[in-house]
C-alpha cells in the first residue's frame, strides 16, 4: 500500500529560512534509511506558497486564478512530502515517528495518508518496465 508523509509548512519555511546545518544531512540519511528498506517512492520539497497560485475550476471546466502567494503557513500548506510503500497503516506510522525534526523550529506536523490503489494504472507494460529500473536504481 502507499502512503504519503506530508510535511506541514511553518512560519520559517514560509519565510523561506534555512534549517540547522544538519538537518539536511539527516533528512538525507532518513530518506535513504526508506530506500535500503526498498520503500521509498519520492521525497520532494516545495517550494515557499510565496511563488505559488489557487486556482478554482468550476464544473463547467472554467478555471480562474482565484489567489497569488503567499498563503497563510496556518491554513495548511505542504513544505514537502514523502511517497512510501509499506505493508500496513502501522509500518508507515512508525516510519513517520522516525522523520527527522529541523531544530531550533518547534514542534513538525506531519499528516500520514493512504493513497488510493488505482491498479489499472500498472498494467501498462511500459509502466511496469520503468517501475522495474527505477528499483533496481535505488
Known amino acids: 500500500m502507499r502512503y504519503v508523509l506530508i510535511f506541514k509548512s511553518t512560519a520559517f519555511s514560509e519565510a523561506g529560512v534555512k534549517c540547522d546545518p544538519h538537518f539536511a544531512a539527516r533528512r538525507e540519511a532518513y530518506a535513504k534509511s526508506l530506500a535500503n528498506?526498498?520503500?521509498?517512492?519520492?521525497?520532494?520539497?516545495?517550494?515557499?506558497?510565496?511563488g505559488g497560485f489557487r486556482?478554482?475550476?468550476?464544473?463547467d471546466g472554467e478555471a480562474t486564478c482565484t489567489a497569488a502567494g503567499p498563503f497563510s503557513a496556518e491554513s495548511g500548506l505542504m513544505e514537502s512530502f514523502i511517497l512510501l510503500e509499506a505493508h500496513s497503516i502501522e509500518e508507515a506510522l512508525e516510519w513517520a515517528k522516525k522523520a527527522p525534526v529541523p531544530k531550533g523550529r518547534g514542534e513538525a506536523e506531519i499528516e500520514l495518508r493512504q493513497l488510493s490503489d488505482q491498479e489499472e494504472t500498472y498494467h501498462d507494460p511500459n509502466i511496469m518496465a520503468m517501475e522495474t529500473n527505477l528499483r533496481e536504481h535505488i
Not at 486556482?55 to 464544473?59: C, K, V
Open 37 to 50: 528498506a526498498g520503500m521509498l517512492l519520492a521525497d520532494e520539497s516545495l517550494l515557499p506558497s510565496s
Open 55 to 59: 486556482i478554482t475550476l468550476s464544473p
